[in-house]
């Protein structure tokens, strides 16, 4: 009996001493040096609460795109922001029409697999009509990656399926 009845064992190994140089009398962890490496798979749940963008997330469920309005200055805030952030007072919600302009993109080959999407992955940078601000999120349906022009138009496109969080309930895609 030993190591064996350890399943997610990978490897046991004696770690060298990267000091080695600035210990003449010898190595003070030497007992410290083998080293068990395992791996293993951790699921919890987290909860969250979306808080003052809860609203927001809700009306993406009802293919609404709402963004924030300060009465102040007057800056229509998408991303939605509970308070303005140039001059400090609280706003209000406003809905957009859920069009707009890409203004920049990203193509990623490589996403974390926890994202569940399919590659390429283009990340969108959008000026949404109606806002003073840019929307960054997936763009989808685009056809082939050389379609993809700074500049076009493209609007909010809602999910009918379920979704492992409300963020997934949009997505940009050509106008």
Known sequence: ?????????????????????DHP?????SDFR?????EWKVEFKYRHVLGKYSKFFIELANHRFLATECGN????????????????HVT??????GTGTLESFSVSYFVPAFMKVETPY???MVKL??????????LRNYGDLEKIKVGMP??????????SHPMLLMWFEPA
């Open 1 to 21: 009996m030993g190591l064996e009845l350890v399943e997610n064992l990978l490897e046991v190994f004696t770690a060298e001493d990267p000091m080695a140089f």
């Open 92 to 97: 209000t919600w406003k809905e957009l029409p």
């Open 122 to 124: 283009v990340l969108a």
């Open 73 to 88: 200055c007057g800056k229509v805030w998408a991303i939605p922001r509970p308070l303005c952030p140039d001059c400090l």
């Open 34 to 38: 083998e080293i068990m490496r395992v």
């Open 25 to 29: 009398q010898g190595d003070p962890w």
């Open 129 to 138: 009509d109606g806002a003073d601000t840019l929307f960054t999120h997936q």
């Open 154 to 163: 493209v609007k909010v496109a809602y999910t009918v399926e379920k979704v």
